[in-house]
């Protein structure tokens, strides 16, 4: 998709429609001073549709709520449509629209209801109302569920609608914190629709935070920012060209390319290597690919191609330079470090997991409609699909946390109708919002779950000093961990999971709203154990990391409608137009294809 942009300023007399002088500001949670952002400084035009970007933790939030004038910098001044943001926040807050993360939706509220509610506080005349609701409900799909409740609402339409509020009046200036965070990708392609035209039609100037890099790469203008300072401000083709020359394609016959992606990441000059289609991209610092042949022994037909070079490219480059995220292959510590030689080449296992036909009802509402797959020992085995397709029901039944209508679930041998209690003894759960006490510190959430899962006595001491130095939270254990950034609460919840050593891991949405270095790590660790026999589920609306996956199955509707590797899946989608498809393409184009069949009820 092409930057969202406006060939012609909407507002001639503004240079600048935001103008932010060096800000700073600081937080002090239990009496320590946090720097949240220091000595910030940024432009932008009217007009075109900016991204805000950087790793969890880094400001975007902060300057978000600075610039929407409902936090008061420290020092430094911002200038918003020509108004001094701290001085004139009232009226700046009249000129703007503003969605912060989670959408700002009241769930006990009705589409039309909140609409409403929005309407009033926005002071939109009656007599305007029906006209703009007309053009939202066109613009955003939400017509035929105005009567609908925002809690049954799946996470895209909720994007919808709080976007729909946000817009009542229409701002000259709109301001998206991370708005697509936790939506799948037809959501995602939708929201991305609407900018576009509200930049093209309607002359808006958009400011948007994103944990997403391929999204970056469509806006006009980007600016950067880690631990609270601009690494960089430009048009991402100007980050893009910094990696030309630095970028390969390597592919090994018959070897899996997550093993080849943990032996390669660990080479020198390596900054980053990700799994990407049928090959593991690798980004190198020189202008030289690393002999591959020597870090891979016993492969076969290995072959090291240039690859296009991606914005992501630079901004992970950028933060390694700053020592962010450590090397390529640092981050949490597996036991092994390395993904162990039996699972390094291709090949068949015996099933751990069995499903088949299996249903499940919420009233009249079918989420799960006779779903049959299995999955091997060893396997990572990814489970895909939009908002609502019932993926979250089916990890939860098959976890054991929820019976199943009809059908056989088998896990590890248990047939969980009538051994759920003694499978989920076997089992690790991550849950989307990961479970965790925030009011218990990093140690005390620890010792509850070993405790859950019935460890006692030296082996739960053990465990627990294991795992703080395996996640590298010892730094954090007397740290509560309401207070943890997202990336380091998405560690404290893997760890829980994992206290019991157990040998199938269900991960639900994981990387949801982390940052792209939280991502790597995180996904290197799946790769150790999947490395050591480990069994991993996993659901994302990340398309890239559903290639780590050996297998997936893509649902819609409460149905499977494709299941294979991710090559199986892209081929699928090949057509003549789009003849080598990314896995975003080939999901868009299943879900788009069963609508149009009339799958979608």
């Known amino acids: 998709m092409a930057p969202a942009s406006s060939k012609e300023h909407p507002f001639p007399g503004e240079e600048r429609v935001i103008a932010v002088r060096e800000v700073s500001k600081s937080f002090g949670p239990g009496g320590r001073s946090v720097a949240a952002l ?38 430094g001044e911002v200038t918003v449509l020509g108004m001094d943001a701290t001085r004139q926040s009232l ?59 925002a809690r049954r609402l799946s996470g895209g339409m909720k994007q919808k609608l709080g976007l729909a509020c946000t817009l009542i009046r229409p701002p000259r200036l709109l301001l998206l914190d991370e708005p697509t965070v936790g939506v799948d990708p037809v959501s995602r392609r939708e929201l991305w629709a609407i900018v576009a035209r509200l930049v093209q039609e309607e002359g808006m100037t958009v400011l948007l935070s994103t944990a997403y890099l391929d999204e970056a790469e469509q806006c006009g203008e980007v600016v950067i920012l880690h631990e609270g300072q601009v690494l960089g401000s430009g048009p991402p083709g100007s980050f893009t060209n910094q990696i030309k020359g630095r970028a390969f394609a390597v592919r090994a016959a018959g070897m899996k390319k997550r093993y080849i992606q ?44 240039p690859a296009p070079p991606r914005f992501e490219d630079c901004f992970i480059a950028m933060l390694r330079e700053r020592g962010a995220g450590g090397k390529a292959d640092e981050g949490m510590k597996g036991p092994s470090g390395v993904a162990a030689p039996d699972f390094a080449k291709e090949g068949n296992w015996e099933h751990i997991i069995e499903v088949r036909d299996v249903k499940r009802s919420f009233g009249d509402f079918y989420a799960v409609k006779g779903i049959t797959f299995n999955v091997r020992k060893g396997e990572v085995f990814g489970l895909l699909g939009a908002n609502g397709a019932g993926k979250s029901t089916t990890f939860r039944m098959l976890c054991g946390l929820l019976p199943a209508g009809s059908g056989r679930l088998l896990v590890d041998g248990m047939d969980l109708r009538h051994a759920a209690a003694a499978a989920r003894a076997r089992i690790g759960y991550m849950s989307q919002k990961f479970s965790l006490y ?51 609460k998405q560690r404290l919840a893997m760890a829980c999971a994992l206290m019991h050593e157990p040998g199938i891991l269900f991960l639900d949405e994981p ?14 660790h799946i790769n150790d154990l999947a490395g050591q026999g480990i069994t991993v589920l996993v659901t994302t609306h990340f398309m890239e990391e559903s290639e780590y996956c050996d297998r997936l199955a893509i649902m819609s509707a409460g149905r499977i409608l494709a299941l294979g590797s991710p090559e199986d899946i892209k081929a699928r989608a090949a057509t003549a137009e789009t003849p080598a498809p990314s896995m975003e393409d080939a999901f868009i184009s299943l879900i788009m294809a069963d609508e149009q069949a009339g799958g979608i009820t």
């Open 38 to 75: 220091t000595r910030v400084s940024m432009e932008m035009r009217p007009g075109v549709v900016t991204g805000l970007v950087g790793p969890d933790g880094a400001g975007k939030t902060t300057l978000m709520r600075i610039l929407a004038g409902l936090v008061i910098p420290d020092s």
């Open 91 to 149: 009226k700046v807050q009249a000129s703007i629209g503003y969605m912060p993360q989670r959408f700002g939706l009241y769930e006990d509220l009705t589409v039309q209801e909140n609409m409403d509610l929005y309407a009033d506080l926005q002071g939109v005349p009656e007599e305007l109302r029906q006209e703009r609701y007309r053009e939202l409900m066109h613009m955003t799909g939400l017509g035929p569920f105005t009567s609908r409740l």
């Open 438 to 488: 925030g009011n218990l510190s990093v140690r005390q959430n620890l010792d509850f779950f070993s405790s859950a899962y019935g460890l006692t006595g030296q082996r739960r001491a053990e465990r627990i000093s294991s795992v703080l130095g395996q996640f590298e939270l010892s730094g954090f254990a007397d740290t509560r961990s309401l207070d943890l950034s997202l990336g380091y």
């Open 262 to 305: 943990e032996r390669l990441a660990g080479a020198p000059d390596v900054i980053d290597a990700v799994i990407q289609g049928d090959h593991v991209r690798l980004v190198t610092g020189t202008a030289a690919p690393p002999d591959v042949r020597t870090l891979l022994p016993g492969a076969e037909d290995v072959s090291v191609q």
């Open 511 to 524: 990387t949801s709203g982390v940052d792209p270095l939280a991502r790597r790590e995180f996904w290197r």
